[in-house]
T-cell receptor, first 116, second 114 residues
């Protein structure tokens, strides 16, 4: 499995500001994803990060609020823009090495975001 | 549309006893099923998966799960629980008919008492 790191591990931010979360993988992966885990809840897929093209967003998530970059096969960023307290969550990066749907997804340690 | 249900918010077992964490699913195609565990302040760790083949799959840390197509279930089991197994467990499903979208259950918190 891949080793996934995220920066920052946690942050406390003010309302109206933006935070960029970085995800770094120790090997090249085909698929990268961003999830949100709100307090006491399950995981919700925000988007699939596509290398060299715009991310594919799930229903309820938009690029203006959650811009994503993926410049290469080992790195992606998620920005949470114009934050409000409702954005307080754990944000998780996930990867899969292969394009085939049988492949297992692996997760980073998460970024715990608190918005005041 | 695919969905997954974990009917128990919490499961309590005594150390040394067998444990079961329940999961049922709904997909239109062949189900690809996964179990993950989340320890406090950490990301999700992969435990096991069912794609095809033997209905009983074995995974990490002595866990296993049984795929039951007629009951659309994929319950997680362990013959003898450890206190260190206490964590949050997520069942997840993907439609094998295509795409990579994985749906996660709400999670079940497992408490193992010494």
């Amino acid at each position: 499995s891949a080793v996934i790191s995220q920066k920052p591990s946690r942050d406390i931010c003010q309302r109206g500001t933006s935070l960029t979360i970085q995800c770094q993988v120790d090997s090249q992966v085909t698929m990268m994803f961003w999830y949100r885990q709100q307090p006491g809840q399950s995981l919700t897929l925000i988007a699939t990060a596509n290398q060299g093209s715009e991310a594919t967003y799930e229903s309820g998530f938009v690029i203006d609020k959650f811009p994503i970059s993926r410049p290469n096969l080992t790195f992606s960023t998620l920005t949470v823009s114009n934050m409000s307290p409702e954005d307080s969550s754990i944000y998780l990066c996930s990867v899969a090495a292969l394009a085939g749907s049988t492949d297992t997804q692996y997760f980073g340690p998460g970024t715990r975001l608190t918005v005041l | 549309a695919q969905s997954v249900a974990q009917p128990e918010d919490q499961v309590n077992v005594a150390e040394g006893n067998p444990l079961t964490v329940k999961c049922t699913y709904s997909v239109s195609g062949n189900p690809y099923l996964f179990w993950y565990v989340q320890y406090p302040n950490r990301g999700l760790q992969f435990l096991l998966k069912y794609i095809t083949g033997d209905n009983l799959v074995k995974g990490s840390y002595g866990f296993e799960a049984e795929f039951n197509k007629s009951q659309t279930s994929f319950h997680l089991k362990k013959p003898s629980a450890l206190v260190s197994d206490s964590a949050l467990y997520f069942c997840a499903v993907r439609d094998g008919g295509g795409g990579f979208k994985t749906i996660f259950g709400a999670g079940t918190r497992l408490f193992v008492k010494a």
